[in-house]
């Protein structure tokens, strides 16, 4: 089946650093790939829409000067979170539908990352 | 704006017993999925229902959807400790982004 790999699994940064999170594709080709936020116990936020070869689309609200989301290749996304705060600790989660399924395919997703800042 | 409101948010049941997971949505959507999270992991698809009156089963899980009222409910038969887990439906939008409920955290007792 499709697998979404995520990397790192979990991160702890201090205030003020910057952290990047990876999103891959292993086996199939994502020209798009979203980003969710969850906090604990709580749902999962859409926070950006990743496209490939184009400018995310960030969710309102969401900062896009702080979350710096790339999408350089088909199988391939990056989010940076930028001058990292204590505000900022959760588990990001990406997801990703092959582009060659159908519209109404199911989102495959990574495993998250937890996120911490001291 | 679409809105998913799933009920319960919390529920313990008995092993053996049955129950309904019930997911309504406030926008018309050609998509709707259940997902299952067990703590500290990511995400797995459980179904895709996308047509009026669909009705999907594994195992003792069963899923059904409804356009016209835009409810989806998730049924559980019989349940088992193993079905302990946090229940998400999500339903796709006009600009194919997938918004979730809040979620459905089952506690089966042995």
């Known amino acids: 089946g499709a697998v979404v790999s995520q990397h790192p699994s979990w991160v702890i940064c201090k205030s003020g650093t910057s952290v990047k999170i990876e999103c891959r594709s292993l086996d199939f080709q994502a020209t798009t790939m979203f980003w969710y936020r969850q906090f604990p116990k709580q749902s999962l936020m859409l926070m950006a829409t990743s496209n490939e070869g184009s400018k995310a689309t960030y969710e309102q609200g969401v900062e896009k000067d702080k979350f710096l989301i790339n999408h350089a290749s088909l199988t391939l996304s990056t989010l940076t979170v930028t001058s990292a705060h204590p505000e900022d600790s959760s588990f990001y989660i990406c997801s990703a539908r092959d582009f060659f399924s159908s519209y109404n395919s199911p989102l495959h997703f990574g495993n998250g990352t937890r996120l911490t800042v001291t | 704006e679409l809105k998913v409101e799933q009920n319960p948010l919390f529920l313990s049941m008995q092993e053996g017993k049955n129950y309904t997971i019930y997911c309504n949505y406030s926008t018309t959507s050609d998509r709707l999925y259940w997902y299952r999270q067990d703590p500290g992991k990511s995400l797995e698809s459980l179904f895709v229902l996308l047509s009026n009156g669909a009705v999907k089963q594994e195992g003792r899980l069963m899923a059904s959807l409804d356009t016209k009222a835009r409810l989806s409910t998730l049924h559980i038969t019989a349940a088992v400790h193993d079905l302990s887990a946090t229940y998400f439906c999500?339903?796709?939008?006009?600009?194919?982004?997938?918004?979730f409920g809040k979620g459905t955290r089952l506690h089966i007792l042995p």
């Open positions: 999500a339903v796709g939008n006009r600009d194919d982004k997938i918004i």
